[in-house]
């Protein structure tokens, strides 16, 4: 099954966390082992588990900022936001976590991000879930 939620970002660039949207959507129903898969069915926003520390996030942003920035992308013909395309691709659009006890299994210190990178914007996040 396949559950959407919205998720209206606020800057430019920025980094949420989406851990607990996440696991209500899995709280709301009856899949106890399994996977979940995370997705954003967008093309200038990605997905990525790690740490939620502040300065992470902001080297984050700046690692992206840095790996897509000065360059005369043909992109930016049409649209303006080549950068923005070209983080997501590097990043993902999907992240997947095991399920157990009706959990999910995550690090201590693992929470699941969704990286705007062309807002602000309204955007959705799916989340499907796999049971065994
Ligand atoms: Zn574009």
């Known amino acids: 099954m396949t559950r959407t939620f919205a998720l209206?970002?606020?800057?430019?660039?920025?980094?949420?966390?989406?851990?607990?949207e996440v696991a209500g959507m899995l709280a709301k129903t009856d899949v106890s082992s399994g996977l979940c898969t995370v997705t954003v069915p967008h093309c200038t926003c990605a997905l990525y588990i790690n740490?939620?520390?502040?300065?992470?996030?902001?080297d984050v942003l700046t690692l992206v900022g840095g790996l897509v920035g000065g360059e005369d992308?043909?992109?930016?013909?049409?649209?303006?936001?080549?950068?923005?395309?070209?983080g997501a691709t590097l990043l993902g659009n999907s992240v997947q976590i095991p399920v157990e006890g009706g959990n999910l299994v995550l690090?201590?210190?693992?929470?699941?991000?969704?990286?705007?990178?062309?807002?602000p914007r309204h955007r959705r996040v799916n989340v499907t879930l796999i049971s065994d």
């Open 8 to 20: 209206p970002t606020s800057s430019r660039r920025q980094v949420l966390d989406i851990t607990e």
């Open 51 to 58: 740490e939620h520390e502040e300065g992470l996030l902001h």
């Open 107 to 119: 690090g201590t210190w693992q929470r699941i991000q969704l990286v705007e990178l062309d807002g």
């Open 73 to 86: 992308w043909h992109h930016d013909r049409i649209d303006h936001n080549a950068g923005a395309h070209l």
